[in-house]
């Protein structure tokens, strides 16, 4: 069966610090790739997805994740955040060509303090 | 704008209750789940539909149903609320293998007293 795990459950960050968010799934085929943020009382939105083809995805917001099948991760990063990062972040993975189901990770809590 | 739509935001029930959470999209997708949210546990997929009358089980189905009688709506049914089913319920919907995204409703607050 499919599974995701993201491996920071709580990160607190300072403003204009770098971000980088595990996230591994466990699935031997073709997957496709996801990240959503949750922003304190708003409902989710896609930051960004890999489908195929370059395995660094650019997303909305400045966020970027890179796919590296070999390690079974698609790890989200930043560069410099801001205080309006503060959210929970979701991985979550599609097996390609399934039925679409779509299973998430456990999620990660980034406070980013001004 | 394309919408999935959770009828109720906030719902408090008691125990033992039936209990009825309504999802409506409006994008002739395919597929639709049913998710709960809690806190350290993430989104867990509790039933989802490839097609009208077709279910299959998620990862915690244990005390829920489904029924998807119309291609736009998918209800989730509590057969009998308690209070460990106090939680988050997001609906979402896709197309039929998922490849062009998922879109979520805003959710459902349920709290079980």
């Known amino acids: 069966a499919q599974s995701v795990s993201q491996h920071n459950h709580h990160v607190i960050l300072s403003e204009a610090a770098s971000l980088e968010l595990g996230c591994n799934y466990s699935?031997?085929?073709?997957?496709?790739l996801f990240w959503y943020v949750q922003y304190p009382g708003q409902h989710l939105q896609l930051l960004l997805k890999?489908?195929?083809?370059?395995?660094l995805v650019k997303g909305i917001k400045g966020f970027e994740a890179e796919f590296i099948k070999s390690k079974f991760s698609f790890n989200l990063r930043k560069p410099s955040v801001q205080w309006s990062d503060t959210a929970e972040y979701f991985c979550?993975?599609?097996?390609?060509?399934?039925?679409?189901?779509?299973?998430f990770g456990q999620g990660t809590t980034l406070q980013v303090k001004p | 704008d394309v919408k999935v739509t959770q009828s109720s935001r906030y719902l408090v029930k008691r125990t033992g209750e039936k209990v009825f959470l309504e999802c409506v999209q409006d994008?002739?997708?395919?597929?639709m789940f049913w998710y709960r949210q809690d806190p350290g546990l993430g989104l867990r997929l509790i039933y989802f539909?490839?097609?009208?009358?077709?279910?299959e089980k998620g990862d915690i189905p244990e005390g829920y149903s489904v029924s998807r009688e119309k291609k736009e709506r998918f209800s989730l049914i509590l057969e009998s609320a308690s209070t460990n089913q106090t939680s988050m319920y997001l609906c979402?919907?896709?197309?039929?293998?998922?490849?062009?995204?998922?879109?979520f409703g805003s959710g459902t607050r349920l709290t079980v007293v």
């Open positions: 979402a919907s896709s197309g039929r293998r998922g490849n062009y995204g998922y879109t």
């Open positions: 699935y031997g085929g073709t997957v496709n």
């Open positions: 890999y489908f195929s083809g370059d395995p």
């Open positions: 979550a993975v599609n097996a390609a060509g399934n039925t679409g189901k779509l299973i």
């Open positions: 994008m002739d997708h395919e597929n």
């Open positions: 539909s490839y097609d009208v009358k077709m279910k």
